[in-house]
Protein backbone atom coordinates (compact mmCIF):
# COMPACT_ATOMS: atom_id res chain seq x y z
CA UNK A 1 0.00 0.00 0.00
CA UNK A 2 1.35 3.61 -1.04
CA UNK A 3 2.27 6.14 1.92
CA UNK A 4 -1.15 8.62 0.49
CA UNK A 5 -3.69 5.24 0.81
CA UNK A 6 -5.25 4.83 3.78
CA UNK A 7 -7.07 1.51 3.90
CA UNK A 8 -11.12 1.78 5.65
CA UNK A 9 -10.39 -1.87 6.85
CA UNK A 10 -8.20 0.03 10.05
CA UNK A 11 -11.39 2.15 10.60
CA UNK A 12 -13.97 -0.60 11.27
CA UNK A 13 -14.45 -2.49 13.98
CA UNK A 14 -13.95 -6.21 13.01
CA UNK A 15 -17.70 -7.43 13.80
CA UNK A 16 -18.63 -5.24 10.67
CA UNK A 17 -16.32 -6.40 9.00
CA UNK A 18 -15.13 -4.83 5.53
CA UNK A 19 -16.56 -3.58 2.62
CA UNK A 20 -15.59 -6.52 0.68
CA UNK A 21 -14.69 -7.00 -2.96
CA UNK A 22 -15.80 -3.40 -3.71
CA UNK A 23 -13.72 -2.08 -1.57
CA UNK A 24 -10.29 -3.81 -2.21
CA UNK A 25 -9.97 -2.67 -5.37
CA UNK A 26 -10.67 1.11 -5.04
CA UNK A 27 -8.68 3.90 -2.93
CA UNK A 28 -9.11 5.56 0.26
CA UNK A 29 -10.13 8.67 -2.18
CA UNK A 30 -12.50 6.96 -4.18
CA UNK A 31 -14.04 4.48 -1.52
CA UNK A 32 -15.26 7.27 0.69
CA UNK A 33 -17.77 8.66 -1.49
CA UNK A 34 -19.13 4.99 -2.23
CA UNK A 35 -21.82 4.99 0.68
CA UNK A 36 -23.68 8.32 -0.79
CA UNK A 37 -23.99 6.89 -3.87
CA UNK A 38 -25.18 3.36 -2.45
CA UNK A 39 -27.64 5.23 -0.09
CA UNK A 40 -28.41 7.68 -2.77
CA UNK A 41 -30.25 4.86 -4.42
CA UNK A 42 -32.30 3.70 -1.38
CA UNK A 43 -33.32 7.59 -0.72
CA UNK A 44 -34.68 7.40 -4.92
CA UNK A 45 -36.59 4.37 -4.54
CA UNK A 46 -38.09 5.12 -1.04
CA UNK A 47 -39.15 8.57 -1.63
CA UNK A 48 -40.48 7.91 -4.86
CA UNK A 49 -42.54 5.17 -3.06
CA UNK A 50 -44.17 7.63 -1.17
CA UNK A 51 -44.67 10.03 -3.91
CA UNK A 52 -46.56 7.77 -6.14
CA UNK A 53 -48.52 6.07 -2.96
CA UNK A 54 -49.60 9.94 -2.70
CA UNK A 55 -50.27 10.92 -6.13
CA UNK A 56 -51.86 7.58 -7.63
CA UNK A 57 -55.34 7.02 -6.16
CA UNK A 58 -54.86 2.72 -5.56
CA UNK A 59 -51.86 2.38 -4.11
CA UNK A 60 -53.01 3.06 -0.41
CA UNK A 61 -51.99 5.37 1.96
CA UNK A 62 -52.80 4.18 5.52
CA UNK A 63 -50.38 6.16 7.65
CA UNK A 64 -48.69 9.40 6.20
CA UNK A 65 -47.02 10.53 8.43
CA UNK A 66 -45.52 6.84 9.52
CA UNK A 67 -44.32 7.11 5.39
CA UNK A 68 -42.62 10.46 5.70
CA UNK A 69 -41.28 9.22 8.46
CA UNK A 70 -39.70 6.01 6.36
CA UNK A 71 -38.92 8.86 3.79
CA UNK A 72 -36.76 10.81 6.41
CA UNK A 73 -34.75 8.15 8.10
CA UNK A 74 -33.79 7.19 4.31
CA UNK A 75 -32.41 10.84 4.15
CA UNK A 76 -30.63 10.42 7.51
CA UNK A 77 -29.06 7.67 5.62
CA UNK A 78 -27.86 10.21 3.11
CA UNK A 79 -26.98 12.85 5.25
CA UNK A 80 -24.60 10.33 7.66
CA UNK A 81 -22.82 8.87 4.55
CA UNK A 82 -22.59 12.11 3.11
CA UNK A 83 -20.52 13.15 6.37
CA UNK A 84 -18.66 9.67 6.04
CA UNK A 85 -17.20 10.80 2.80
CA UNK A 86 -15.66 13.87 4.44
CA UNK A 87 -14.75 12.09 7.54
CA UNK A 88 -13.28 8.72 6.65
CA UNK A 89 -13.67 7.71 10.57
CA UNK A 90 -17.10 7.38 10.45
CA UNK A 91 -17.51 4.24 7.92
CA UNK A 92 -15.96 2.70 11.35
CA UNK A 93 -20.19 2.77 11.77
CA UNK A 94 -21.28 2.31 7.71
CA UNK A 95 -23.34 -0.44 10.07
CA UNK A 96 -25.97 2.95 10.76
CA UNK A 97 -26.88 3.70 7.26
CA UNK A 98 -28.27 0.33 6.11
CA UNK A 99 -29.59 0.10 9.49
CA UNK A 100 -31.48 3.26 8.88
CA UNK A 101 -32.94 2.20 5.63
CA UNK A 102 -34.51 -0.75 7.36
CA UNK A 103 -36.06 1.34 9.51
CA UNK A 104 -37.20 3.54 6.50
CA UNK A 105 -38.07 0.55 4.43
CA UNK A 106 -40.64 -0.46 7.75
CA UNK A 107 -42.15 2.87 8.29
CA UNK A 108 -42.60 3.05 4.74
CA UNK A 109 -44.46 -0.26 4.75
CA UNK A 110 -46.41 0.59 7.82
CA UNK A 111 -47.55 3.71 6.57
CA UNK A 112 -48.52 2.04 2.55
CA UNK A 113 -50.69 -0.92 3.83
CA UNK A 114 -48.73 -2.69 5.74
CA UNK A 115 -48.32 -6.31 4.73
CA UNK A 116 -50.38 -5.20 1.70
CA UNK A 117 -47.45 -2.46 0.64
CA UNK A 118 -46.03 -3.56 -2.81
CA UNK A 119 -42.60 -1.67 -1.90
CA UNK A 120 -41.19 -4.15 0.18
CA UNK A 121 -38.30 -5.69 -2.38
CA UNK A 122 -36.55 -2.35 -1.48
CA UNK A 123 -35.04 -3.77 1.77
CA UNK A 124 -33.03 -5.78 -1.22
CA UNK A 125 -30.68 -2.83 -0.92
CA UNK A 126 -29.35 -2.47 2.68
CA UNK A 127 -29.24 -6.76 2.33
CA UNK A 128 -26.86 -6.25 -0.30
CA UNK A 129 -24.72 -3.57 1.50
CA UNK A 130 -24.38 -5.83 4.50
CA UNK A 131 -23.77 -9.17 2.10
CA UNK A 132 -20.81 -7.80 0.60
CA UNK A 133 -18.56 -7.49 3.60
CA UNK A 134 -16.70 -9.76 4.24
CA UNK A 135 -17.03 -12.42 6.61
CA UNK A 136 -20.07 -14.52 6.45
CA UNK A 137 -21.10 -13.42 10.31
CA UNK A 138 -22.39 -9.96 8.16
CA UNK A 139 -25.73 -12.45 7.62
CA UNK A 140 -26.61 -12.29 11.28
CA UNK A 141 -26.81 -8.06 11.27
CA UNK A 142 -28.66 -8.45 7.56
CA UNK A 143 -31.19 -11.07 9.46
CA UNK A 144 -31.37 -8.27 12.06
CA UNK A 145 -32.44 -5.54 10.08
CA UNK A 146 -34.76 -7.48 7.86
CA UNK A 147 -36.60 -8.79 11.31
CA UNK A 148 -36.62 -5.09 12.26
CA UNK A 149 -38.48 -4.01 8.73
CA UNK A 150 -41.26 -6.60 9.32
CA UNK A 151 -41.44 -6.36 12.69
CA UNK A 152 -41.44 -2.66 12.86
CA UNK A 153 -45.26 -2.64 12.06
CA UNK A 154 -46.30 -4.79 15.22
CA UNK A 155 -44.31 -2.25 17.68
CA UNK A 156 -46.42 0.25 15.92
CA UNK A 157 -49.87 -1.54 15.76
CA UNK A 158 -49.49 -4.78 17.55
CA UNK A 159 -53.34 -5.91 17.08
CA UNK A 160 -55.13 -7.25 14.16
CA UNK A 161 -52.46 -9.70 13.37
CA UNK A 162 -52.95 -13.04 11.83
CA UNK A 163 -51.06 -15.74 12.75
CA UNK A 164 -50.02 -16.21 8.71
CA UNK A 165 -48.29 -13.10 9.10
CA UNK A 166 -45.81 -14.24 11.27
CA UNK A 167 -45.11 -17.78 9.04
CA UNK A 168 -45.10 -14.92 6.08
CA UNK A 169 -42.18 -13.07 7.85
CA UNK A 170 -40.07 -16.39 9.10
CA UNK A 171 -40.31 -17.29 5.54
CA UNK A 172 -38.97 -13.58 4.54
CA UNK A 173 -36.26 -13.52 6.46
CA UNK A 174 -35.19 -17.28 6.03
CA UNK A 175 -35.34 -16.44 1.76
CA UNK A 176 -33.47 -12.70 2.41
CA UNK A 177 -30.95 -15.02 4.37
CA UNK A 178 -30.03 -17.21 1.45
CA UNK A 179 -30.02 -14.41 -0.74
CA UNK A 180 -27.93 -12.85 1.50
CA UNK A 181 -25.32 -15.62 1.68
CA UNK A 182 -25.37 -16.15 -1.87
CA UNK A 183 -24.50 -12.93 -2.74
CA UNK A 184 -21.64 -13.00 0.38
CA UNK A 185 -20.04 -16.41 -1.35
CA UNK A 186 -20.01 -14.53 -4.89
CA UNK A 187 -18.40 -11.76 -2.84
CA UNK A 188 -15.92 -13.85 -0.90
CA UNK A 189 -14.86 -16.06 -4.04
CA UNK A 190 -14.45 -12.42 -5.85
CA UNK A 191 -12.17 -10.98 -3.77
CA UNK A 192 -10.25 -14.00 -3.67
CA UNK A 193 -9.83 -13.82 -7.42
CA UNK A 194 -8.79 -10.49 -7.44
CA UNK A 195 -6.11 -11.66 -4.50
CA UNK A 196 -5.17 -13.93 -7.12
CA UNK A 197 -4.50 -11.50 -9.57
CA UNK A 198 -3.06 -9.09 -7.42
CA UNK A 199 -0.64 -11.82 -6.45
CA UNK A 200 0.42 -12.93 -9.92
CA UNK A 201 0.74 -9.41 -10.91
CA UNK A 202 3.34 -9.12 -8.21
CA UNK A 203 5.40 -11.83 -9.00
CA UNK A 204 5.59 -10.65 -12.60
CA UNK A 205 6.31 -7.36 -11.71
CA UNK A 206 9.68 -8.25 -9.68
CA UNK A 207 10.70 -11.33 -12.46
CA UNK A 208 10.50 -7.68 -14.58
CA UNK A 209 12.52 -6.08 -12.12
CA UNK A 210 14.47 -8.70 -11.86
CA UNK A 211 15.23 -8.84 -15.59
CA UNK A 212 16.07 -5.50 -15.60
CA UNK A 213 18.46 -5.46 -13.45
CA UNK A 214 19.86 -8.42 -15.30
CA UNK A 215 19.56 -6.40 -18.88
CA UNK A 216 21.53 -3.63 -17.26
CA UNK A 217 24.32 -5.59 -16.11
CA UNK A 218 25.14 -6.54 -19.65
CA UNK A 219 25.80 -3.20 -20.74
CA UNK A 220 29.41 -2.97 -21.96
CA UNK A 221 31.83 -0.76 -20.24
CA UNK A 222 32.62 2.96 -21.14
CA UNK A 223 34.61 3.25 -25.09
CA UNK A 224 37.19 4.90 -23.43
CA UNK A 225 38.40 1.89 -22.58
CA UNK A 226 38.24 0.99 -26.22
CA UNK A 227 41.40 1.67 -28.98
CA UNK A 228 40.94 5.51 -30.02
CA UNK A 229 40.92 4.58 -33.80
CA UNK A 230 37.58 3.54 -33.35
CA UNK A 231 34.31 5.03 -32.66
CA UNK A 232 31.63 3.23 -31.16
CA UNK A 233 28.54 3.73 -29.66
CA UNK A 234 25.24 1.96 -28.86
CA UNK A 235 22.15 1.22 -26.85
CA UNK A 236 19.38 -1.02 -26.06
CA UNK A 237 16.09 0.25 -25.66
CA UNK A 238 13.87 -2.19 -23.68
CA UNK A 239 10.48 -3.03 -24.27
CA UNK A 240 7.66 -3.12 -22.22
CA UNK A 241 8.28 -6.57 -21.17
CA UNK A 242 11.70 -6.95 -20.57
CA UNK A 243 13.71 -9.50 -23.33
CA UNK A 244 17.02 -11.07 -24.14
CA UNK A 245 18.34 -8.55 -26.19
CA UNK A 246 22.12 -7.78 -25.14
CA UNK A 247 24.82 -6.08 -26.67
CA UNK A 248 28.66 -5.80 -26.18
CA UNK A 249 32.25 -4.48 -26.51
CA UNK A 250 35.62 -4.69 -24.98
CA UNK A 251 39.21 -4.31 -26.25
CA UNK A 252 40.64 -7.60 -27.42
CA UNK A 253 44.71 -8.15 -27.98
CA UNK A 254 44.04 -7.42 -31.57
CA UNK A 255 41.40 -4.84 -31.40
CA UNK A 256 38.46 -4.74 -30.39
CA UNK A 257 35.23 -6.95 -30.09
CA UNK A 258 31.35 -6.14 -30.88
CA UNK A 259 28.54 -8.71 -30.14
CA UNK A 260 24.80 -8.27 -30.52
CA UNK A 261 22.47 -10.98 -29.47
CA UNK A 262 18.79 -10.94 -28.81
CA UNK A 263 17.49 -14.70 -27.17
CA UNK A 264 14.70 -16.39 -28.13
CA UNK A 265 11.71 -15.49 -25.13
CA UNK A 266 11.53 -12.65 -22.34
CA UNK A 267 11.87 -12.10 -18.58
CA UNK A 268 14.48 -13.10 -16.01
CA UNK A 269 14.88 -16.43 -17.85
CA UNK A 270 16.00 -14.67 -21.39
CA UNK A 271 17.80 -12.63 -19.29
CA UNK A 272 20.12 -15.14 -17.32
CA UNK A 273 20.51 -16.85 -21.36
CA UNK A 274 21.92 -13.36 -22.05
CA UNK A 275 24.20 -13.11 -19.44
CA UNK A 276 25.64 -16.77 -19.70
CA UNK A 277 25.76 -16.31 -23.39
CA UNK A 278 27.93 -12.79 -23.09
CA UNK A 279 30.03 -14.05 -20.72
CA UNK A 280 31.25 -17.14 -22.41
CA UNK A 281 31.87 -15.23 -25.42
CA UNK A 282 33.58 -12.75 -23.41
CA UNK A 283 35.87 -15.82 -22.13
CA UNK A 284 36.95 -16.36 -25.58
CA UNK A 285 38.71 -12.92 -26.02
CA UNK A 286 41.99 -14.67 -26.74
CA UNK A 287 40.74 -16.59 -29.58
CA UNK A 288 41.43 -14.73 -32.72
CA UNK A 289 38.55 -17.02 -34.45
CA UNK A 290 34.80 -15.34 -33.72
CA UNK A 291 33.53 -18.60 -34.55
CA UNK A 292 34.91 -20.53 -31.41
CA UNK A 293 33.09 -17.71 -29.16
CA UNK A 294 30.03 -19.15 -30.80
CA UNK A 295 30.89 -23.29 -30.01
CA UNK A 296 31.59 -22.72 -26.65
CA UNK A 297 28.38 -20.77 -26.06
CA UNK A 298 26.34 -23.46 -27.82
CA UNK A 299 28.45 -26.09 -25.51
CA UNK A 300 27.52 -23.38 -22.37
CA UNK A 301 23.73 -23.47 -22.88
CA UNK A 302 23.75 -27.86 -23.62
CA UNK A 303 21.36 -29.51 -21.46
CA UNK A 304 21.62 -33.00 -20.59
CA UNK A 305 17.98 -32.92 -19.97
CA UNK A 306 15.81 -33.75 -22.84
CA UNK A 307 12.87 -32.25 -21.81
CA UNK A 308 14.23 -28.63 -21.10
CA UNK A 309 12.75 -26.61 -23.54
CA UNK A 310 15.51 -25.84 -26.23
CA UNK A 311 16.66 -22.27 -25.71
CA UNK A 312 18.70 -20.32 -28.89
CA UNK A 313 20.43 -17.28 -29.44
CA UNK A 314 20.68 -15.34 -32.42
CA UNK A 315 24.19 -14.03 -32.44
CA UNK A 316 26.65 -11.39 -34.09
CA UNK A 317 30.30 -11.55 -33.06
CA UNK A 318 32.95 -9.60 -34.56
CA UNK A 319 36.57 -8.83 -34.25
CA UNK A 320 37.94 -5.55 -35.71
CA UNK A 321 42.15 -5.23 -35.69
CA UNK A 322 43.76 -1.85 -36.18
CA UNK A 323 44.33 -2.45 -39.58
CA UNK A 324 40.49 -2.30 -40.28
CA UNK A 325 40.52 -5.95 -40.47
CA UNK A 326 36.86 -7.41 -39.45
CA UNK A 327 36.59 -11.12 -38.58
CA UNK A 328 33.06 -12.12 -38.11
CA UNK A 329 30.50 -15.20 -37.53
CA UNK A 330 26.72 -14.60 -37.13
CA UNK A 331 24.65 -17.21 -35.70
CA UNK A 332 20.89 -16.83 -37.15
CA UNK A 333 21.21 -12.88 -36.15
CA UNK A 334 21.54 -11.77 -40.04
CA UNK A 335 21.29 -7.82 -38.67
CA UNK A 336 24.55 -6.42 -39.56
CA UNK A 337 25.74 -4.03 -42.14
CA UNK A 338 28.97 -1.79 -43.11
CA UNK A 339 28.32 1.08 -44.36
CA UNK A 340 31.44 2.40 -46.33
CA UNK A 341 32.78 5.72 -46.42
CA UNK A 342 31.68 6.13 -49.85
CA UNK A 343 27.88 5.94 -49.22
CA UNK A 344 27.26 2.01 -49.98
CA UNK A 345 25.58 -0.30 -47.51
CA UNK A 346 26.93 -4.12 -47.89
CA UNK A 347 24.70 -6.71 -45.78
CA UNK A 348 26.99 -9.40 -43.77
CA UNK A 349 25.02 -12.69 -45.02
CA UNK A 350 25.65 -16.14 -43.16
CA UNK A 351 23.62 -19.07 -43.16
CA UNK A 352 24.68 -20.59 -39.88
CA UNK A 353 22.41 -21.47 -37.17
CA UNK A 354 21.75 -19.69 -33.98
CA UNK A 355 23.73 -20.20 -30.74
CA UNK A 356 22.50 -23.24 -29.00
CA UNK A 357 20.70 -24.98 -32.36
CA UNK A 358 23.67 -25.40 -34.30
CA UNK A 359 27.06 -27.36 -33.96
CA UNK A 360 29.34 -25.23 -36.44
CA UNK A 361 30.09 -21.46 -37.33
CA UNK A 362 32.25 -20.09 -40.20
CA UNK A 363 34.20 -17.21 -39.78
CA UNK A 364 34.14 -14.36 -42.50
CA UNK A 365 36.57 -11.89 -43.59
CA UNK A 366 35.98 -8.47 -44.23
CA UNK A 367 38.21 -5.00 -44.53
CA UNK A 368 37.15 -1.32 -43.18
CA UNK A 369 38.70 1.59 -44.78
CA UNK A 370 39.01 4.70 -42.90
CA UNK A 371 35.57 6.16 -42.26
CA UNK A 372 33.61 2.76 -43.10
CA UNK A 373 31.52 1.78 -40.23
CA UNK A 374 29.99 -1.44 -39.55
CA UNK A 375 26.10 -1.39 -38.13
CA UNK A 376 24.35 -4.64 -36.16
CA UNK A 377 20.93 -4.09 -35.15
CA UNK A 378 18.13 -6.45 -33.14
CA UNK A 379 14.95 -7.43 -34.73
CA UNK A 380 13.34 -4.76 -32.49
CA UNK A 381 14.47 -1.73 -34.83
CA UNK A 382 13.05 -3.09 -37.87
CA UNK A 383 9.66 -3.00 -35.73
CA UNK A 384 9.68 0.49 -36.01
CA UNK A 385 9.24 0.67 -39.44
CA UNK A 386 5.68 1.01 -40.77
CA UNK A 387 6.04 -1.73 -43.60
CA UNK A 388 7.51 -5.06 -42.76
CA UNK A 389 8.75 -6.36 -45.97
CA UNK A 390 10.66 -3.42 -46.79
CA UNK A 391 11.73 -2.87 -43.08
CA UNK A 392 15.39 -3.66 -43.63
CA UNK A 393 16.03 -1.46 -46.90
CA UNK A 394 14.22 1.64 -44.96
CA UNK A 395 16.62 0.98 -42.37
CA UNK A 396 19.40 0.93 -45.23
CA UNK A 397 18.38 4.18 -46.14
CA UNK A 398 18.29 5.57 -43.00
CA UNK A 399 22.00 4.61 -42.90
CA UNK A 400 22.72 6.19 -46.26
CA UNK A 401 21.32 9.61 -45.00
CA UNK A 402 23.37 9.55 -41.69
CA UNK A 403 26.63 10.81 -40.32
CA UNK A 404 28.58 9.08 -37.73
CA UNK A 405 27.57 6.90 -35.60
CA UNK A 406 26.15 8.93 -32.79
CA UNK A 407 23.71 10.34 -35.27
CA UNK A 408 22.92 6.63 -36.12
CA UNK A 409 21.80 5.54 -32.59
CA UNK A 410 20.21 8.51 -32.17
CA UNK A 411 17.93 8.07 -34.98
CA UNK A 412 16.91 4.87 -33.87
CA UNK A 413 16.34 6.21 -30.50
CA UNK A 414 13.85 9.17 -31.51
CA UNK A 415 12.46 6.40 -34.18
CA UNK A 416 10.96 4.67 -30.93
CA UNK A 417 10.17 7.59 -29.33
CA UNK A 418 7.40 7.47 -26.22
CA UNK A 419 5.46 4.78 -27.64
CA UNK A 420 5.79 1.19 -26.45
CA UNK A 421 7.45 -1.01 -28.11
CA UNK A 422 6.67 -4.88 -28.85
CA UNK A 423 10.52 -6.05 -28.51
CA UNK A 424 13.48 -4.36 -27.21
CA UNK A 425 15.08 -2.28 -29.75
CA UNK A 426 19.35 -2.58 -30.04
CA UNK A 427 21.92 -1.21 -32.05
CA UNK A 428 25.89 -0.90 -32.07
CA UNK A 429 27.62 1.11 -34.57
CA UNK A 430 31.60 1.17 -34.68
CA UNK A 431 33.23 3.45 -37.19
CA UNK A 432 36.72 2.78 -38.41
CA UNK A 433 38.48 5.90 -37.75
CA UNK A 434 42.10 5.25 -37.64
CA UNK A 435 43.03 9.54 -37.87
CA UNK A 436 41.50 9.55 -34.49
CA UNK A 437 44.28 7.78 -33.01
CA UNK A 438 46.67 10.01 -34.89
CA UNK A 439 45.23 12.69 -33.38
Keep these: MSVNQVSDDTLRPS ?4 SGLLGRVMSAGSRRHVPVLKQGFVFFFVLMAALVSTVIPWLPVTDAPTMWAGVSAALFGVA ?14 EIVIPAADFVAVGLLRYGTGDSRS ?6 LLPIVWIAVWA ?55 ASRRVELSRAQQHAVEREIDKAAT ?11 LLPDMFAVRGTCIPARTVGGDFYDWYPTPDGIALTVGDVMGKGVGAGMIAAAVRSVIRSSSD ?28 CFHARITPSGEVRWADGGHGLALIRRATGLVERLRSSDLPVGLGDHWVSHTDQLQPGDT ?9 DLFPDELLAFSAFQLLLISTGDSSEIVQRVAELVGDDEQADDVTVVVATFAPALARA
Design 15 to 18: VWGD
Design 80 to 93: FAAAASWRPRLLAW
Design 118 to 123: VFVPII
Design 135 to 189: GRSNIVWLLVGSAVTFLLPFVIDPGGRAPSEFIRIVFSLAIYATVGLAINELARQ
Design 214 to 224: IQQSLLPPKTS
Design 287 to 314: DLDPAVALRRATTGLASGDSDVDIQFTT
Design 374 to 382: IVCISDGVL
